[in-house]
């Protein structure tokens, strides 16, 4: 095996420098073009400024768009992960011309969610899995977690009806079950799942193939693990410019590993059922106007 290549700090600077400029691009690009299907919103720390002793947010969202491929749509910091830091999050990428996505997947942090449905109000929103699960195990005796959690799991897993109403339903029933199971035993835990069922079921609306990846956020944290573990061998990076252009470049790089999720001819025809009844529903008036004429022709 060759030897790892060693830069000098000249050329380590015209890279970093060539990355941030890239980034600078990226950071402003026209969005008009693509179209969502899928669209995932997470953040993670980083410590990026010197002068603060603790590691603080970068808001993200990916997307799978309408050719099966995954598009990196945002990337900016905030002191926290409040309703106005995540408000200008989204706005920014839907004045740059983006269009809202049938789905967005999102944790239960309440700026966040407020944020979403303020400017991505004709997009539905599925509440994490896995961070859902994350909270159930945390209202439940250590010796009951393994149990429980697998009984959480087993309201989502192998859904047997169709996409739609219907698996919702054999959804809500199963968690019906779940909750005559462990509603006297462990009642926090299991109000924290029905109260938000849901939230929790909307992926069930999608295609069957995509079930299992459209339920959470991993898609995000899974990358996002691997920005920190390029960033832990620097440490605290030496300013927010720096750490942004780093993580993208990072996230960048993951997205070209892409495989796309499975597409079969059903499954392509439900995703633009939806967009017709979400993203363009009939103008009333449109529809009106079409009674009245079929009304004066038959008269």
């Given amino acids: 095996m060759g030897q790892t290549p060693r830069y000098t700090k000249s050329t380590a600077s015209r890279i970093c420098e060539a990355i941030k400029a890239d980034f600078d691009a990226w950071r402003v690009r026209d969005l008009s073009e693509l179209d969502l299907d899928y669209m995932c919103c997470d953040g993670s720390c980083f410590k990026m400024h010197p002068t603060s002793p603790r590691a603080e947010p970068l808001l993200c969202a990916w997307a799978i768009t309408t050719d099966n491929e995954k598009a990196l749509l945002g990337l900016a910091p905030g002191s926290s992960e409040s309703y106005d830091a995540w408000l200008d999050f989204f706005r920014d990428p839907k004045e740059r011309g983006l269009k809202p996505p049938l789905l967005g997947i999102t944790d239960g942090a309440p700026g966040m969610l407020r944020a979403f449905e303020e400017v991505l109000d004709q997009s539905l929103r599925q509440r994490c899995l896995v961070h859902k699960s994350r909270n159930l195990v945390a209202k439940v005796p250590k ?157």
């Fill in 143 to 299: 010796e009951a977690e393994s149990e429980v959690k697998g009984a959480f799991w087993s309201i989502f897993d192998g859904i047997e009806a169709d996409p739609g109403e219907a698996a919702i339903v054999e959804a809500r029933a199963r968690a019906c079950d779940f909750q005559r199971t462990y509603g006297k035993l462990y009642p926090s835990a299991v109000e924290c799942v029905m109260k938000d069922l849901p939230e929790l079921t909307v992926h069930l609306r999608f295609p069957r193939q995509h079930w299992e990846r459209i339920r959470h956020t991993n898609l995000l944290e899974r990358t996002f693990g691997e920005s920190r573990r390029r960033v832990k061998v620097i440490g605290r990076l030496p300013g927010e410019r720096s750490c942004i252009s780093l993580v993208w470049a990072v996230l960048d790089r993951a997205s070209k590993g892409w495989r796309g999720l499975t597409q079969t001819p059903a499954g392509i025809r439900l995703l633009q059922n939806l967009r017709a009844q979400l993203l363009n529903p009939p103008d009333m008036e449109e529809v009106m106007e079409e009674i009245q004429e079929t009304v004066t022709t038959a008269a």
